[in-house]
Nanobody
Framework: QVQLVESGGGLVQAGGSLRLSCAAS????????MGWFRQAPGKERELIAR???????YSADSVKGRFSICRDNAKNTVYLQMNSLKPEDTAVYYC????????????????WGQGTQGTVSS
């Protein structure tokens, strides 16, 4: 079992930044691929960034160049740095863990955090 707790959401103006954190605990938490998803009202949950335990990363086209993911395995924590935020980035952001290397699908992820709201005002 892996437990995930997100933090760092909030309200920011367009062009601003937020940094989300996801603290993982449990058996072999640092060996999992970690993903950040988001879900806006009326939309499907989408993968926006993922990092494998060795550090290889993926970013969705919608956030590439603005968002970055990193992890500190010593602290079992994954971060999502979000810069140049736009109103369309408003969503609930979820951290998730997968035992599948390079996991891309929602169904590949076994453990989920409770989500944290990020709101960008225009």
């Amino acid at each position: 079992q892996v437990q995930l707790v997100e933090s760092g959401g909030g309200l920011v103006q367009a062009g601003g930044s937020l940094r989300l954190s996801c603290a993982a605990s449990g058996r072999s938490a640092s060996s999992y691929s970690m993903g950040w998803f988001r879900q806006a009202p009326g939309k499907e949950r989408e993968l926006i960034a993922r990092i494998r335990w060795r550090g290889n990363t993926y970013s969705a086209d919608s956030v590439k160049g603005r968002f970055s993911i990193c992890r500190d395995n010593a602290k079992n924590t994954v971060y999502l740095q979000m810069n140049s935020l736009k109103p369309e980035d408003t969503a609930v952001y979820y951290c998730a863990a997968s035992g599948v290397p390079g996991a891309m699908k929602f169904t590949d992820y076994d453990y989920w955090g409770q989500g944290t709201q990020g709101t960008v005002s225009s």
